[in-house]
């Protein structure tokens, strides 16, 4: 039995004996409360249980993962692998990702294992993903799995990562600009889902405007549907939309129709630089110099110096020198 103790607080229930239940200072994020600490869920370490350590299996169709809700911990390994099924596509999604730059590591592979192929690294940090935009990178594989490890030094931590995951999603959500087609969004399936657009929008996200203000049609330009959806404007008419006069002080961008090609494979540590209409593309781990001709075109130079030199000259590009 018990008694009533601290009967100015007016005791209603008895306490039970040695019964008594202590409560956790703070709640445990991934565990539970025993005896007022926290006992972690597998997979999960720290005093709340507030740090990924070790590995997770995943086989829900959509979900979420994140290093946990504080800033990661320091010489860490964490392994999440995403079971989908066998050849549908799992689309990650980066929603939220802030770790220590060329340190700290985000490793993703299109299989379930680290020999599978690895698709993308990601360190640093990534612009926070506002409401009503798109900028929150993804990377899709089609194996039906997603192997993600992360990896964390012995110096320095960052926020970490939120990653939203799911199966037979289509790219950005079609950004608001049409809408998923193939099979159910989020059911299992062999075919593939896609966006379908809706009228001026176009790209395998429906991410890219076209013939925006009808081209300004038909005094500046008119819309051209049957090649890459775009403006052609009239001779003393510029711009996307045709919006601008020849010749203009206002500069624009424009979307090249560049072909894909095995150099069309990412870049980092680059720079560019547009010079007497052509741009040059300086660095990565690839070629010393490649440049895009306006015909949509891109060349490779060739990275000994003495060869970049003769196939400048050869194909007549010799002001490339005041580079
Ligand atoms: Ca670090």
Known sequence: GGGCVGASTGCNTPLQGSAVTLTCPESCYSGSCVNGSCVCDHGWVGD??????????????????????????????????????PNSVLRLRFSHFATECSWDHMYVYDGDSIFSPLIAVF?????????GNNSAPEVATTSGYSLLHFFSDAAYNLTGFNIIYSINSCPQNCSGHGRCVGVNPGTVSSSRVYCECEEFWKGEAC??????????????????????????????????????????????????????????????????????????????????LSCRYFNDTWFTIPILHTVQRDFLISNNWPDVFEL
């Not at 590995?55 to 989908?84: A, H, M, Q």
């Not at 640093?124 to 409401?131: A, F, H, K, R």
């Not at 010749?247 to 150099?263: I, K, M, N």
């Not at 870049?267 to 990565?284: C, E, N, T, Y």
């Open 48 to 85: 709340r249980c507030q740090h990924c350590q070790g590995r997770f299996k995943i086989t829900e169709r959509s979900g979420s993962l994140t290093d946990g809700p504080v800033n990661y911990k320091y010489k860490t390994k964490c392994t999440w692998l995403i079971e989908g099924q």
């Open 123 to 131: 360190s640093g940090l990534m612009v926070p993903e506002n409401i």
């Open 207 to 288: 991410q890219i405007p076209y013939c925006s203000n009808h081209c300004g049609s038909p005094d500046h330009g008119h819309c051209d549907l049957t090649g890459g959806k775009r403006c052609v404007c009239n001779d003393s008419r510029q711009g996307p939309d045709c919006s601008l006069p020849v010749p203009s002080a206002d500069a624009f961008w424009e979307l090249p129709g560049v072909t894909h090609s095995a150099l069309s494979l990412g870049r980092a540590s680059h720079q560019a630089v547009v010079h007497r209409g052509l741009m040059w593309v300086v660095g990565d781990s690839l070629t010393l």
